[in-house]
């Protein structure tokens, strides 16, 4: 007995794993060997090619194509319509299957709303994409990138609140927690 809900109008192909809680809207597909965690929100249009991985409580909103090589881990958020490539240059004629290159979207982060994420770029823990940004290259944790090309703007707390920083430390105005960024622009919560 299956304890996830996949809408009439969507696709599971064979071989996924799909875990307990996890919901699948409409006209969407989910293609051969993919694993979905638990609690998961697959919106509608949405298609997660064979192979990628989806951790514990992904959130993926309308018409976003997730490819092949593409890793979410647990509490991804990828807006409406953001895609990811697995090819850096493709052709129509030329099959490049072999050169597919991985792309992890690390614990937290959030992409915007019609982003692009290049691929074999990673994306850190609890970072923060803006909407129609085009990312072509790493994005550190806690960075807030936006642009095309995708630039740090600044940094964001795990609950997602800019953070200012004085004397290499900052404090979240919202939820309190602390952090600490060095010389070479590296954040981590302080505990």
Known sequence: MKNYFVHESSYVDDN??????????????????????NNCNIGQNVVI????????GVKIQNNVSVYTGVVCEDGVFLGPSCVFTNVINPRSFIERK??????????????????TIVCGHDIGKFAFIGAGSVVTRD?????????????????????????????????????GKKYVIDDQNKVEEIK
């Open 49 to 56: 090619s064979p192979g990628v991985i989806l951790g514990n």
């Open 98 to 115: 072999d050169e597919y290159r991985k792309t992890t979207i690390k614990k937290g982060a959030s992409i915007g709303a019609n982003a």
């Open 139 to 175: 994005v550190p944790n806690y960075a807030m990138v936006y642009g095309n090309p995708a630039r740090i703007r600044g940094y964001v707390c795990e609950c997602g609140n800019k953070l200012d920083f004085s004397n290499n430390t900052a404090v979240c105005s919202v939820c």
């Open 16 to 37: 996924c794993e799909i875990g307990e809680g996890t919901k699948i809207w409409h006209f969407s597909h989910i293609m051969k060997d993919c694993k979905i965690g």
